[in-house]
């Protein structure tokens, strides 16, 4: 069964969150652009400064110098960071995803390595699944690496990797063993140096030319065998494994609430009719509801589940209502947008642009409904 | 899923079933005596104040659940409204909340002998036709009382809800109340809580035709293959899924709100259900094809429920701008920091008279 038992933040929470939104007030004073989500621009300087605050690895124990907190913290935290528009992009990976898989099938050695300098955000890394010819069909990758004294030789290319333009290591799936019966098998991932020998990346502008993603080619890079993660062969079960910390969280639904809180100041001037209270009100109505399915995971999380079909589902969602929110914000303006007319129409023209992109990344919103789908299935199955 | 009590919701399942099981489906039963001589036996046409909101959204699921064609949900609000602003219900007493719709007017004079008497109307007043006695603001001055009358005492004109559940409109002329209590509870309080428990009946009438939904797509066969197996199909089966996930969250979540909280939670749960219910029942009635069109298949004891409660004790529209004028006001520092409060916000805050829960 599908559940999302609600839960309340505890008084040691509620003061996190009103730290964080102090230390982003007063950011925010100091001129600095609002930016939407995950596609913000990615910034080291400001990972590194809220490194130094506790609040990247928070979740990470403390002998591997982390902070030793939970889920729910960093659900406070990272919420607080997208309602205020924080430029997250640069650490996001690491914080969200690879530190979980690192924990959760890393060598000890791979722990002691990266665990301390994600916290720090002195490493950054990017995500290397899809490729030209696998997109949805992620086990279907070609690029493979074979077997080399002490390590790995991997050939192929990668495409859409968001942020290998500055990341340190891109997360790599490719095939260690030929395909077989099953294409689940024989599968790896590989923390692949993005400054080794034989490593290309060249960028892809997005459709609003922003430089986010790109092509990453391995022409012959060695890999050491301490970069392979984990087990050979164990690839496709770590990356199934990560899905509930990969796809629940507050950057699921939260990309447009700066556009959103800059509507309000606009707005609190004048008055609110009728029709603009009530498409308003939907809208926070779906925020809150979002929210608490969000928050219910994460306390999930902490209690050593992995609930993976209920964070598809908030992401199914989370995504479609972006768009929904980005159609009601430009029910609300009721006029033209002029990209270059300030910062609240600069945004909503970005959200506008990018919007299409809220439902293809991290898995699209089809293949989303096809794994719940099974779920609801194979559950009413069970039960007759 | 979430059953707000689990223990209380299948107690009364398990005796909504066996009567179902017995009597087969139909949109309106006849009164049906004997289940309510059961309920009452067992303490659950008295629940009141002694109840928590979640034993009550407990009973309103199941109720929602099984299409239970009894004022089970309205006489639970009623008796806590009157217990709460001091009324007395005699056990026996089927009791409903009138004056709760919008617009609605009761107002009360005072003769020179200090005698009271109440003129008005109360629009669609659920199972009013059904009640011995009706509770209900009044106007008195520039105060409201909690006043209870005698159903016999009060003109009716009877009608429907689209599930032809009773929802008359009363016309009283120079009535005597037989009670005159106290203010409290406040009126948007006992609207909201009626809002909150239509949402949880809707939760179970969702759920129920979800189940059913997936139940017919695996047993029905075209093309050679369960409905199931189509992709188109089994969307559509998610997109229900997820609407009732986030309804039933939506609920759970007011139910278990903070005091200062109740009323944004429940405005945004009645809103949540008005949405997502409508989304779930068309697409429910499309995997069902046509033999859900017909009075004899099951399918809309609940859809039809749902239409109508989605506009019971406030519309989507109506609460969704009750919501927006909760966190857009002159001195609001943002929607945001309204809808996450501050802990300094958090502890100071005056929630004025404790709102009974
Ligand atoms: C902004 C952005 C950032 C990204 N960042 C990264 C990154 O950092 N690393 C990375 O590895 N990838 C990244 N991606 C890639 C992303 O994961 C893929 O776009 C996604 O998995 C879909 O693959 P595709 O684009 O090849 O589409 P396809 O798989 O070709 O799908 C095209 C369409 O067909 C539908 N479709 C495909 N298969 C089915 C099916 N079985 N049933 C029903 N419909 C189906 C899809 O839902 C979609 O609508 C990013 C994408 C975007 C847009």
Not at chain 2, 302 to 310: A, C, G, K, V
Request: some cysteine.
């Amino acid at each position: 069964m599908i559940t999302f038992p609600s839960s309340e933040l505890t008084d040691d929470e509620l003061a996190l969150r009103d730290q964080v939104r102090a230390f982003m007030a007063d950011y925010r004073a100091q001129g600095h652009r609002l930016q939407l989500g995950i596609n913000a621009e990615p910034d080291p300087e400001f990972s590194k400064l809220i490194s130094r605050r506790g609040w990247v690895g928070m979740s990470i124990p403390v002998e591997y110098s982390g902070h030793g907190r939970t889920a729910v913290d960093r659900f406070v935290v990272v919420e607080e960071m997208l309602a205020a528009g924080a430029p997250i992009s640069a650490h996001w990976v690491g914080d969200r995803q690879t530190a979980q898989m690192l924990l959760r099938f890393g060598t000890e050695a791979q722990k002691r390595r990266f665990l301390p300098r994600i916290v720090t955000s002195d490493v950054f890394f990017c995500l290397g699944m899809s490729e030209p010819e696998s997109g949805s069909d992620l086990a279907s990758v070609r690029t493979r690496a074979t077997r080399t004294d002490g390590g790995w030789i991997l050939n192929g290319q990668k495409v859409w990797t968001s942020g290998a333009q500055y990341a340190d290591y891109a997360v790599t799936l490719c095939r260690t063993e030929p395909l077989g019966q099953s294409k689940h098998v024989g599968l790896s991932q590989l923390l692949v140096d993005l400054k080794a020998d034989g490593v290309t990346v060249s960028p892809i502008r997005l459709l609003n030319g922003a430089h986010h993603f790109n092509e990453v080619f391995f022409d012959d890079v060695f890999v050491p065998d301490e970069l392979l993660l984990g087990k050979p062969g164990d690839g496709w079960h770590q990356v199934t494994s990560e899905l509930a910390h990969e796809r629940s969280g507050p950057d699921r639904f939260l990309s447009v609430m700066p556009i959103v809180q800059l509507l309000y100041e606009r707005q609190r001037a004048r008055d609110l009719d009728l029709e603009m209270s009530e498409m308003l009100g939907r809208l926070f109505a779906m925020y809150m509801t979002f929210r608490s399915m969000s928050l219910s995971i994460a306390r999930r999380l902490d209690a050593g589940e992995l609930p993976a079909v209920e964070a598809a589902l908030v992401k199914d969602m989370g995504t479609e209502f972006e768009n929904q929110a980005v159609a009601v914000l430009r029910r609300l303006v009721n006029a033209e947008i002029d990209p270059r007319g300030g910062e609240f129409e600069a945004l909503l023209a970005d959200a506008v642009i990018t919007a299409p992109t809220f439902t293809l990344r991290g898995g699209t919103n089809e293949v989303l409904r096809g794994v719940i789908a099974k779920d609801l299935i194979r559950n009413r199955r069970r039960v007759a | 899923m979430i059953n707000f009590n689990d223990d209380l919701f299948e107690v009364a399942s398990k005796m909504f079933e066996r009567k179902q099981a017995a009597a087969r489906y139909h949109a309106v039963e006849p009164w049906a005596q004997d289940l309510w001589d059961q309920l009452r036996t067992s303490g659950f046409t008295t629940l009141g104040r002694d109840a928590t909101v979640a034993d009550h959204c407990a009973l309103a699921k199941a109720v929602g659940a099984y299409a239970v064609a009894l004022p089970l949900v309205d006489t639970g609000l009623a008796r806590w409204a009157a217990e709460h602003a001091g009324l007395s219900v005699a056990d026996e007493e089927i009791v409903v909340c009138a004056g709760l719709a919008l617009g609605d007017d009761l107002v009360g004079s005072v003769d020179a002998s200090g005698g009271m008497s109440i003129t008005g109307h109360a629009r669609r007043v659920p199972w009013a036709s059904r009640a011995d006695v009706l509770i209900a603001p009044v106007r008195i001055g520039d105060r409201v009382r909690w006043a209870r009358l005698r159903r016999a005492d009060v003109d009716f004109n009877e009608s429907v809800n689209l599930a032809s559940e009773p929802r008359d409109d009363l016309t009283i002329t120079a009535v005597v109340p037989t009670e005159v209590a106290d203010e409290a509870p406040r009126v948007k309080d006992v609207r909201a809580r009626g809002a909150l428990l239509r949402a949880a009946s809707g939760v179970g009438a969702m759920e129920f035709a979800l189940n059913a939904s997936l139940t017919y797509a695996e047993q029905r066969t075209q093309f050679g293959r369960p409905l199931s197996g189509f992709q188109a199909v089994q969307h559509h089966l998610v997109m229900m899924a997820e609407a009732v996930a986030s309804v039933s969250s939506a609920v759970d979540a007011a139910v278990f709100s903070p005091p200062e909280q109740r009323l944004m939670r429940v405005a945004a749960a009645k809103v949540i259900f008005g949405e997502q219910s409508a989304v779930l029942t068309r697409l429910a009635h499309q995997v069902h094809g046509a033999i859900g069109a017909t009075e004899e298949h099951p399918l809309h004891t609940r859809t039809r429920r749902l239409w109508s409660w989605q506009d019971e004790f406030g519309t989507a529209t109506q609460w969704a701008v009750e919501l927006a004028t909760q966190l857009v006001f002159a001195t609001s520092p943002g929607a945001w920091p309204v809808l996450t409060p501050p802990l300094t916000v958090l502890a100071s805050r005056d929630v004025g008279e404790t709102v009974p829960w």
